[in-house]
């Protein structure tokens, strides 16, 4: 249980300082930070499972090719999730970006409720109306919906609901992902570096070593994750993930100063939500418990 704890803390702690990494890169064009962070990526996820002598589910993709067609789906959904985040950092809007996973636990319901058919409680209905308040205000304060924000959550919860029921682990899930998304990733690096505008080849050492590290910096915190999913209850996961999107709007408020004071009757409604959403799954563990 503990050690659950620490490696949840160390994911989402690790996810809350992307912001820091991603910004490092603000001169390199957002699709060469994508194409660098699916390569390298697939080669530290190859290592692994190399390492851990894990290819046996290879052979399921021949004999499933719907586990193929599945994941061809995610590996789209994850790229368009990596570079609206990758634009949004580098682009100044941090604060949006960590919108979209304040209101992701809301989203996943939502979902729940439209998709898979299943039966919201009251409470869930009214946290779900008190989060789609604060994005209504948003939407007025700014005169713009907040697409960075909602683009990310939706992502991240189709994303999400299709890897819940997928046939491979999240390694190997990663590596076909990442696998499939390559050759595109690759032909686009191989076309910038023979325009002349390969940030890898023209860059200094720091760029380059940056570029590299987008490989471990995005399986580090998934392995964390998973590994915590293992040991803890699911209502303690779901506590720890508010760690991330909080982090990463404290970085651009503090550290990046992003203007926040107009939005932020926008965002204590969504967080009034959460707590909502909360509290309610909460009580209902204890009293699952007791009785």
């Avoid at 789209?76 to 990758?86: D, K, Q």
């Avoid at 960590?98 to 636990?105: E, K």
């Avoid at 690759?186 to 002349?196: I, K, Q, T, V």
């Avoid at 508010?242 to 709007?249: C, E, I, K, T």
């Amino acid at each position: 249980m503990n050690r659950g704890i620490a490696y949840a803390l160390a994911a989402y702690l690790l996810w809350g300082v992307f912001p820091v990494y991603f910004k490092a890169l603000q001169q390199v064009a957002p699709l060469q930070i994508l194409g660098h962070r699916i390569v390298w990526s697939l080669a530290v996820c190859a290592a692994l499972l190399l390492l851990l002598r894990r290819l046996e589910w290879l052979g399921r993709l021949r004999r499933q090719p719907r586990v193929l067609l599945w994941f061809t789906a995610t590996s789209v959904l994850v790229a368009v999730n990596w570079l609206v985040y990758i634009w949004a950092i580098n682009s100044g809007r941090v604060i949006d970006a960590s919108l979209g996973y304040f209101i992701n636990p809301l989203v996943n319901v939502l979902i729940a409720a439209v998709v898979l058919r299943e039966r919201l409680r009251p409470v869930q209905w009214l946290a779900v109306a008190i989060a789609g308040s604060g994005v209504l205000w948003l939407t007025w304060q700014a005169a713009a919906v907040p697409w960075v924000g909602l683009v990310l959550a939706l992502t991240w919860s189709v994303y999400g609901l299709l890897r819940k029921t997928a046939a491979l682990g999240p390694i190997e899930g990663l590596t076909l992902e990442t696998l499939l998304l390559a050759p595109l990733a690759a032909g686009y690096l191989l076309w910038s570096s023979a325009a002349g505008s390969s940030a890898f080849a023209e860059g200094d050492t720091t760029t380059r070593l940056l570029l590299l590290a987008a490989g471990p910096v995005t399986a580090a915190p998934l392995l964390l994750f998973a590994a915590a999913a293992r040991r803890l209850p699911f209502s303690t996961l779901g506590l720890a993930q508010y760690v991330s999107p909080s982090l990463q709007l404290l970085i651009g408020v503090w550290l990046y100063h992003e203007p926040f004071a107009a939005r932020a009757p926008g965002y204590a409604l969504i967080w009034i939500a959460l707590a909502v959403f909360s509290l309610e799954g909460a009580v209902r563990a204890w009293r699952s418990r007791a009785s």
